[in-house]
T-cell receptor, first 115, second 116 residues
Framework: DGGITQSPKYLFRKEGQNVTLSCEQN?????MYWYRQDPGQGLRLIYY???????QKGDIAEGYSVSREKKESFPLTVTSAQKNPTAFYLC??????????????FGNGTRLTVT | AQSVAQPEDQVNVAEGNPLTVKCTYS??????LFWYVQYPNRGLQFLLK??????LVKGSYGFEAEFNKSQTSFHLKKPSALVSDSALYFC??????????????FGTGTLLAVQP
C-alpha cells in the first residue's frame, strides 16, 4: 500500500542535542511538508518542498532544518536552537503542490519529547 | 489577514443524532476549503474539499459539508453520528494571494465526542 512512513513513533532527547525525524513516501508525490502540532494550536507549517533539492520556510522554521535529496524522502532536523521542541510532528505530501487543490496525505507522526 | 476559525473546542452528540462541526473563514477571492479528521496519535485524514461548483460537498464516511459564501462558512455535517466518529476535526482554507505560494491555514480543531 502507498503511504507516508514516519519514524520513530516516539523520540526522547536531552536538551541541547540535535535530532532528525524521518519521513518517507511511496506515493510518487512531488510536494512534501512538515507540520508541528501542539494542543489547542492546530497545525503550524515548518518547511515545505515542491521538488527535489528545493525547499521553503514555513511559518515557524526557526530552529529547524530540512533536506530533499530524493523525491521520496524529506527528513526534519530539530536543532538545539529550537526553544520549545517538545511536540507532535507530522509529515505530509501532496500530488500537486505546493498547496494546490489536491489533498494532503499525512504520516502517523513522531512525538518528540525533549527534557 | 486570511484565517479560519473553529468556534467550538468540543462538540458532544448522542449516537444516532445529527452532528455539525462549525467552520468559518476569512480569505480574499474564491476559497479552497478542506476538512480533515485525526484519530488519537495518528496523522490527519482527508474527508472532503470544496473547490468550486455545488455548495454541498459529500465526502468519506458519510460526512458532508455545505459551503455558504454569504456567511463565509463551511460546516461539517453528518445525518446520524456513530461512536466511531469520535475524533479531532480540522477545517483548513487555502490562502489566496494570487500568484504567490498560497499555504493551507488550519483551524485549531474541534473534538467530537459521540456518546453511545
Amino acid at each position: 500500500d502507498g503511504g507516508i512512513t514516519q519514524s520513530p513513533k516516539y523520540l526522547f532527547r536531552k536538551e541541547g542535542q540535535n535530532v532528525t525525524l524521518s519521513c518517507e513516501q511511496n506515493l510518487n508525490h512531488d510536494a512534501m511538508y512538515w507540520y508541528r502540532q501542539d494542543p489547542g494550536q492546530g497545525l503550524r507549517l515548518i518547511y515545505y518542498s515542491q521538488i527535489v533539492n528545493d525547499f521553503q520556510k514555513g511559518d515557524i522554521a526557526e530552529g529547524y532544518s530540512v533536506s530533499r535529496e530524493k523525491k521520496e524522502s524529506f527528513p526534519l532536523t530539530v536543532t538545539s536552537a529550537q526553544k520549545n521542541p517538545t511536540a507532535f510532528y507530522l509529515c505530509a505530501s501532496s500530488r500537486q503542490g505546493p498547496f494546490y487543490n489536491s489533498p494532503l496525505h499525512f504520516g502517523n507522526g513522531t512525538r518528540l519529547t525533549v527534557t | 489577514a486570511q484565517s479560519v476559525a473553529q468556534p467550538e473546542d468540543q462538540v458532544n452528540v448522542a449516537e444516532g443524532n445529527p452532528l455539525t462541526v462549525k467552520c468559518t473563514y476569512s480569505v480574499s477571492g474564491n476559497p479552497y476549503l478542506f476538512w480533515y479528521v485525526q484519530y488519537p496519535n495518528r496523522g490527519l485524514q482527508f474527508l472532503l474539499k470544496y473547490i468550486t461548483g455545488d455548495n454541498l460537498v459529500k465526502g468519506s464516511y458519510g460526512f458532508e459539508a455545505e459551503f455558504n459564501k454569504s456567511q463565509t462558512s463551511f460546516h461539517l455535517k453528518k445525518p446520524s453520528a456513530l461512536v466511531s466518529d469520535s475524533a479531532l476535526y480540522f477545517c483548513a482554507v487555502r490562502e489566496n494571494y494570487g500568484g504567490a505560494t498560497n499555504k493551507l491555514i488550519f483551524g485549531t480543531g474541534t473534538l467530537l465526542a459521540v456518546q453511545p
